[in-house]
């Protein structure tokens, strides 16, 4: 089993940034891939971004590209979410995630492990 636990969400405005941070422990030897998902009520848990332990590369929805970086720290099992410009529309649960996969996927379903979630606010 891997625990995740996710920090950082709270509430802003518009145009404010944020920073996401997640640590994994447990059995972390088989994560290679972290990534970042959220969900709006009322959604579809969404895809937001990822990184791959090898060679850190790294996947972004098109909707955050140029405002969020994803960034990490693989000895230590812990990845992070810098988000700036932050819009209303990013208002969501944040969950962060671990996958088998090198590839740092989009696909949710090749995820195997989740945190609790959390939120974030935005406010116009």
């Known amino acids: 089993q891997v625990q995740l636990v996710e920090s950082g969400g709270g509430l802003v405005q518009a145009g404010a940034s944020l920073r996401l941070s997640c640590a994994a422990s447990?059995?972390?030897?088989?994560?290679?891939?972290m990534g970042w998902f959220r969900q709006a009520p009322g959604k579809e848990r969404e895809f937001v971004a990822a990184?791959?332990?090898?060679?850190?590369?790294?996947n972004y929805a098109d909707s955050v590209k140029g405002r969020f970086t994803i960034s990490g720290d693989n000895a230590k099992n812990t990845v992070y979410l810098q988000m700036n410009s932050l819009k209303p529309e990013d208002t969501a649960v944040y969950y962060c995630?671990?996958?088998?996969?090198?590839?740092?996927?989009?696909?949710?379903?090749?995820?195997?492990?989740w945190g609790q979630g959390t939120q974030v606010t935005i406010s116009s």
């Open positions: 995630a671990t996958s088998p996969s090198s590839t740092a996927p989009m696909g949710r379903y090749v995820y195997n492990y």
């Open positions: 990184i791959s332990w090898s060679g850190h590369s790294t």
């Open positions: 447990g059995r972390t030897l088989r994560i290679r891939t």
